[in-house]
């Protein structure tokens, strides 16, 4: 049994894909991310794009 990653999860979309966009690979250009701790939803600031929602 492993230990599943608490990371924010929120975009169906693939890294690469959103990246072959110009898009954060993280949060696709959604600029959030939904975060789920203790059970409860709440939407987070993209950390890898500091909120801009665009890639390099
Ligand atoms: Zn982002």
Redesign the pocket.
């Known amino acids: 049994m492993r230990e599943e990653n608490k990371e924010p999860v929120n975009s169906t979309e693939s890294p690469t894909s959103a990246e072959a966009r110009g898009?954060?690979?993280?949060?696709?250009?959604?600029?959030?991310?939904i975060s789920e701790f203790g059970g409860e939803r709440r939407e987070v600031t993209?950390?890898?794009?500091?909120?801009?929602?665009?890639?390099r």
């Open positions: 898009a954060c690979w993280n949060c696709a250009g959604a600029k959030v991310l993209c950390r890898t794009c500091h909120g801009t929602g665009q890639g």
